[in-house]
């Protein structure tokens, strides 16, 4: 049986857009610009190196994730105003 609390909420859920290649650009370039803006960190060759960037792996993965959310931001932010 489900909940009425969980039939409300559904009726809430914006609309989100099926993954295109214009979603995964947008990813893409939120994921590289925040990879080039952590050489900016105090600190980015704590741990092993990374082979061919100047920052350390535990770095560049946490760059990755933190791109991937920042990405997925814009592109609901830009289908809620309409623009995707």
Known sequence: MISSILLAAAETVPPTPAWNPTVGIIISISSLVIVLLST?????????????????????????????????GIVLGLTNIGRL
């Open 40 to 72: 900016r960190i105090e600190k980015p060759l704590v741990g092993p190196k990374f082979p061919v960037l100047p920052i350390s792996i535990p770095t560049f993965v946490a760059a990755m994730a933190f791109g991937h959310i920042i990405g997925v």
